[in-house]
């Protein structure tokens, strides 16, 4: 349920159809750069009621690292 919120966000966000993003998906595979992650953080905070610091951004890797962080929070 979580990884298909996420999957729905980053499609959107990045134009990517949904068979394209995985849990081993990386922030480089969509092509993101550090303000769209910022853009892509802000989306997951008001999806999921979490808050992402500037630290914890520059863990995320894959999407399965956004997964565990909004799992963990």
């Not at 999957?7 to 159809?17: A, M, P, V």
């Not at 969509?30 to 630290?55: C, G, I, K």
């Amino acid at each position: 349920m979580i990884f298909e919120q996420i999957q729905k966000i980053i499609c959107e966000q990045f134009d990517f159809d949904p068979e394209q993003i995985t849990m081993k998906t990386t922030m480089e595979d969509v092509n993101a750069d550090s303000l769209d992650l910022y853009d892509l953080a802000q989306s997951l905070e008001s999806a999921f009621d979490v808050t992402f610091h500037e630290e914890d951004l520059e863990l995320i890797k894959s999407v399965g690292d956004i997964v565990k962080f909004i799992e963990n929070n």
